[in-house]
């Protein structure tokens, strides 16, 4: 009965201002509203979301992400698309809370502490965004790609005013990517920046 009430609860969060969301035929009830296990709940809200993107209902999208994290706190997708339409609707703060819980929901997965990384790097607050690059690689397993998210800690150190963490960043990324030019070019711009500032 408990369950019963949480899907009634997360369905009307989905349906708040969309009176004709629900309105169907007899022939598609079963397609249009959740009555099946978590994953099944799960797969309805992202197609639901995907519906409202598509038409320019923001707000109903962000709610239906919410209703995700509601059922699967470990949704990281869901807080970064959340998040990213909160700040295109210039409810910035609304989307760092949403990404800083989506952090305390989980502090070991490194997908969590890229995501919201870009999200603080999105809202110019690079010491949290290279704080939590920081934390993504030591998250991330040792054979997973990673040039890309140092490639992202490197340019918000350097942004945060760590420019000797940024320049050792790229330091490894030269060695560790030898054919990869756009590593060798900010090596030198920092170098450059480095040697500038001490003068």
Not at 95 to 116: C, I, Q, S, Y
């Amino acid at each position: 009965m408990q369950r019963f009430f949480r899907l009634c609860l997360l369905t009307s969060i989905v349906a708040l201002g969309t009176a004709n969301a629900w309105a169907h035929d007899d022939d598609d009830h079963d397609d249009r509203r959740p009555f099946g296990g978590g994953e099944e709940n799960y797969d309805y809200f992202l197609r639901m979301s995907d519906e409202a993107f598509h038409i320019g209902d923001y707000e109903r999208a962000i709610a239906c992400h919410r209703a995700i994290l509601a059922l699967e706190p470990d949704a990281v997708d869901s807080y970064g698309v959340a998040a990213w339409l909160l700040w295109s609707l210039e409810k910035g703060d609304e989307a760092t809370a949403l990404m800083e819980r989506g952090v305390v929901a989980n502090p070991a997965d490194w997908e969590m502490m890229d995501e919201a990384g870009q999200h603080f790097d999105l809202r110019k607050i690079t010491p949290r965004a290279a704080s939590l690059y920081k934390r993504a690689l030591e998250l991330i397993p040792k054979d997973a790609p990673n040039q890309m998210l140092r490639r992202r800690l490197a340019h918000a150190s350097e942004k945060s005013g760590d420019l000797a963490a940024s320049v050792i960043i790229w330091r490894g990324l030269v060695k560790d990517f030898l054919a990869e030019a756009v590593n060798k070019n900010n090596l030198a711009r920092v170098e450059q920046m480095q040697a500038e500032k001490k003068k």
